[in-house]
């Protein structure tokens, strides 16, 4: 959830549940005043009734002002001390519709006799006030939180921007290992950002500088010295004066250098592709790459035993990369598969539009799944392997920001790569 | 049979003119650019190796005066660079082959007999071991006249012995040199043995004796004896 968001949705859910009690207990406040002053007028009547019952000696009954109706009848053996308010219904003649009314209750002695007399008024009015103030108020909330969200729209565009900028500047990084650099800060906190971004960055970019280049040189200074003892062995090799015990040490120099020699050119490979040395653009076909490949590889596959299922949906998918790219991508993969395979196993390569997916059959992984990409990571019942082969794969696909992902499932390895565009 | 070696690194530059010339070639040896220079009309060689990175010049410049000087020489290119824009820019500067160091040493043999074959032969050459006879460029193998049907890759594991003739190769030379990348990263090295078995047994099914011997593990020997 966005910054933005999540900060206008606490904002809103407070300001609304505020609004909420406090619309509860105005309404509650509203309406018993406007009650008490209705019951004060109903009382403040009384002297009205009495006056017009003296004086015409109470033999109508209509309107009187002030008043909305009135009902005087004898109130027989009704005994009543205290005045009773209440609410009713009454219907409406004119407006044919059933009306609420307050009304006064109460025992008028007259004359000896009792009379139960009713005072009623018209609640409408009143009950009017508080459906206006009411509305006004929800009108009020409705702009409160328009003005809330606009005005945090208003900060997070001015206030935030250069936080944001900062993401973005961050976000770069990871490609670019350029320290970043924002502008002038007049926050205190985020000048303070400023300046550990700029020192933490700028240490990552100097320690990555340094660690390629490292790794280039040493890369490339270890081959000519690789390339003398490789010589200098065939040669040793040659000499006829050599015992079993020899050749066999010889043997034990020969098979490490050749390992050494090979990590040191995939190790180079590595760095140049962290380098991002491989630029080239062109449109690949995966179904023919991925048939070009195994029938490269057709000699280990059929020396293995395996069988080898494609189903290529649509064509299989066209990417853009450079064409070094694709095949060390392909290559890795199908050695996997094939080196992780069993005898007799089954491999089953997949592309659709989408995605392209190798499976091979083979036992579970010795690690967690998590280090299957990491480097020098192997399975320690093979040898001769250095566990790069994933890790250069990792390295090509994110290099296009390709996903990459691995399950395990019925003695089955899958790897699916999922294209972004 | 002169041969050229334009390297700096004078320890490897020793290595390739022992092994060079216990096949019989005649080394010039030149360990910088100008010396490179110097020494390029001295003979009419039959292949030049040139390394790329030499201390006082570049060395695609020398492979492109040496193209120049001498159209008839094959021209390798032995080169610590591996990238495929550095082959191809090698390989558009004239350079017939261009080969990745650390090398084996039978490897770079079998390849100046083969660029020398390309350049020097125009095809039709014919190689013989004692009975036997192969015609790269028609990529037929004959047993006294009689035609051994070999794969592809048996016969370039032929030639590749026979290139190294009376040399102990190592199998992961031989797995270099046929599959290249393909090669020893498989962690075995199962499918040398698969197609020299095969190798063998139809030569010998031709009637050929026996010439492969297994070194100790370490690799084998091609010999008449």
Known sequence: MKLLTKSTLYIATLSLFLFFIMGVIFFQVLKNMSLSDLDRELGDLKEVVELYLYDYGGAQVGTLPGIDSLSVRPAGSATQTEDIFGDTLKFDLKTEQYRTYRYLQYILEKGGSNLLVRIYKSTTPTDKLVERVTLMITLMVILFLAGIFFLNRFIFANLWKDFFDAIEKLKRFETTKEPVILGEQDIQEFDELKQVLEVMTRRLANDYRELKEYTDHTTHELQTPLAVIKSKTELLIQSENLGAEEMKLLEAINTSVHQLSRLNSTLTLITRIENRQFTEKEEIGLAGLLDRHLELLQEHIGLRGIMVEKQYRDGGRVVIMDQGLADLLVANLLKNAIVHNIKGGSIVVETGPGNLVIKNDGPPLEFSQEELFTRFVRDTRRTGSFGLGLSLVKKVCENYEFKIEYSFDQQQHTFTITFPY | ?225
């Not at chain 2, 030049?48 to 201390?55: G, K, R, Y």
């Not at chain 2, 199962?190 to 063998?200: A, E, G, I, Q």
Request: charged share 25%.
């Open chain 2, 1 to 225: 049979m002169q041969i050229l070696i334009v390297e700096d690194e004078a320890s490897l530059m020793e290595s390739m003119v022992s092994y060079l010339e216990m096949e019989g070639f005649r080394c010039e040896r030149a360990s910088d650019y100008h010396t490179g220079v110097n020494v390029l009309d001295k003979h009419n060689y039959l292949c030049m190796l040139i390394d790329l990175n030499l201390p006082d010049g570049d060395g695609l410049e020398l492979v492109k005066l040496a193209r120049d000087n001498q159209s008839e020489s094959g021209i390798i290119i032995i080169s610590a660079r591996n990238a495929i824009e550095q082959r191809v820019e090698g390989l558009e500067a004239g350079a017939d082959d261009y080969l990745v160091k650390p090398f084996h040493l039978s490897e770079l043999v079998a390849r100046v007999h083969s660029v020398a074959r390309r350049t020097h032969m125009n095809g039709g050459e014919v190689l013989g071991f004692g009975p036997i006879r192969v015609e790269p460029e028609e990529h037929t193998c004959y047993v006294d006249d009689q035609q051994v049907d070999l794969t592809r890759k048996e016969l370039d594991l032929l030639l590749y012995f026979m290139a190294n003739r009376n040399r102990v190769v190592t199998k992961e030379g031989i797995a270099d040199y046929l599959w290249g990348e393909y090669g020893g990263d498989y962690g075995s090295y199962d499918f040398v043995y698969t197609h020299l078995k095969n190798m063998r047994r139809k030569l010998m099914d031709a009637g050929c004796p026996d010439y492969v011997r297994n070194i100790y593990g370490i690799g084998y020997k091609f010999s008449l004896d």
